[in-house]
């Protein structure tokens, strides 16, 4: 079902005129509202009188999750907090959250918008919507909750945690839809082994998962355990919350943009640069219609590209490819760009190795050098070590044929598609550490030779 016909299926000529008219507007607005932007305008020497629509819009400057920090908690705020009915925060890494506001008519648009997320994802009036997002401050479950209430769905405002609970109220409510990150309805899956709950008998039929990056096979390993539809949801509170971007249904590939509200940008993190179409780069947003905490270019820090071409469901808004990673993980290897989920993607093609890597950077002279180390797969393991008389160290096994030729595969396969030479050692299987949360997949050890 498309929720909104007439804003995501526009013609693209509509829908950029619409978007430089609410650009103009949005401009002027901050320009007259915010006292941060008024600065950073005068300060670049832009007139906002000068911005005139979308072909200006690479000329303004950048707003950073720091100016967010530093005008903590409302200094970004265009309303006066009388006409604000809900503040927000995400909490940060350290100290103060980031806050956001919302007016009465964000929080509409905000429900409109989450809305077309979960209708895209196949919610409909006849569905009971499981909301396994935390509610509060962060965004996740309010936005959810608003978004298939507004379908006419019924709403199961459960929120986070709870895993037995969850189960039971699946199961006894007749649960169609859940919305939670992706790992936890992983988690949800091994408990209901333990309590041999047969899941596959639920009425569940879709999972709109987000909040934390995943990839395509953890979107198998779903489907195929819950015998569900996963689709990716994509938001983040500066934005507006969930309902930024979500997948529809019926083709899973690339997250429907509602570049009616946010308009998209990718740049090349470095340069600041707006990177040719379709190419994959940092994403950018400015919120056109937000009234109480609008942004002009705010950096995301999601590494994504967007899609033009047009979708099989009908809709016609920009598509934005799944998050592959954070700007923050970004190495810059002899002058290219490399992200580590860049080089995870490579490996996924080879069916030989495991997804566990680490990735060690080094530099000789001037010249920056790349050694993928990955797990191989515990079957090849096997045939190899077999082969061989001595099993004893990987050294040995690594001239084995199978693996000479695995290893020049998996470099052809760096080399067309991300660009660069790379070495390839294999590991034995479960050799490389893992970490609970985040796997230092990185070892750049280029900083402490330049002391040397
Ligand atoms: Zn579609």
């Known amino acids: 079902m498309i929720f909104d016909r007439e804003h995501e ?22 320009y007259d509202r915010v006292p941060f932007y008024r600065r950073l305008f005068d300060e670049t020497g832009i007139a906002p009188g000068k911005v005139r629509g979308l072909a200006d819009l690479a000329g303004l400057p950048f707003t950073r999750k720091y100016n967010l920090r530093d005008e903590y908690p409302f200094g970004l705020f265009a309303t006066p907090m009388r006409e604000v009915v809900r503040i927000h925060a995400s909490s940060g890494t350290t100290g103060k959250p ?17 809305a077309r997320a979960l209708a895209g994802a196949g919610t409909t009036q006849d569905d009971v919507v499981q909301v396994a997002y935390g509610y509060g ?5 309010l936005g959810a909750h608003y978004g298939a209430e507004l379908i006419g769905a019924s709403v199961i405002p459960i929120s986070g945690s709870n895993t037995q609970r969850q189960l039971m109220l699946m199961e006894d409510f007749g649960s169609t839809v859940i919305c939670c990150t992706p790992s936890f309805m992983l988690y949800l899956y091994d408990v209901a082994q333990q309590l041999e709950l047969d899941v596959k ?17 953890m979107r198998r390993d779903i489907e195929q355990k819950w015998n569900i ?34 308009l998209p940008e990718i740049i090349d993190p470095e340069s600041g640069e707006t990177v040719p179409e379709g190419e994959m780069g940092e994403l950018v947003i400015t919120t056109l219609t937000k009234e109480a905490f609008p942004l002009i270019r705010y950096r995301t820090g999601d590494i994504t590209r967007l899609m033009t071409e047009p979708c099989i469901c009908g809709r016609t808004n920009i598509r934005m490819d799944r998050v592959s990673g954070r700007t923050d993980d970004m190495l810059i290897i002899r002058g290219v760009n490399v992200f580590p989920s860049q080089v995870e993607s490579v490996l996924l093609m080879s069916p030989q190795v495991e997804p566990h890597y680490r990735l ?31 099993m004893d160290d990987m050294t040995t096994i690594s001239d084995h044929q199978t693996l000479i030729a695995l290893k020049s595969n998996i470099q052809k396969n760096v080399k067309d598609i991300i660009g660069i030479n790379v070495g390839v050692t294999f590991r034995e299987p479960g050799s490389i550490e893992r970490v609970e949360g985040k796997t230092q997949r990185v070892v750049d050890k280029r900083k402490e030779q330049e002391g040397s």
């Not at 526009?10 to 950029?16: N, P, S, Y």
């Not at 008998?201 to 096979?217: H, I, N, R, Y």
């Not at 050694?371 to 190899?384: A, G, W």
């Open 9 to 30: 299926c526009m013609g693209r000529e509509e829908l950029q005129r619409l978007q430089s008219e609410r650009l103009v507007a949005l401009v002027k607005r901050v």
């Open 360 to 390: 060690i950077v080094t530099r000789k002279g001037a010249m920056d050098n790349m050694e993928i180390q990955v797990e191989i797969k515990q079957d090849l393991y096997r045939e190899v070590s077999d082969s061989v008389l001595s």
């Open 201 to 217: 008998k639920l009425p569940l039929k879709v999972g709109v998962f987000g909040a934390e990056p995943w990839s395509e096979g």
């Open 229 to 262: 539809k996963a689709c990716d949801i994509y938001g983040l509170s500066e934005i507006i919350g969930p309902g930024v971007s979500c997948e529809c249904v019926e083709a899973q590939s690339g997250l429907h943009l509602n570049d009616d509200h946010f």
């Open 98 to 114: 980031t806050t956001v506001g919302y007016t009465k008519d964000d929080i509409a648009m905000w429900a409109n918008v989450c």
């Open 137 to 141: 401050l962060f965004t996740g479950g």
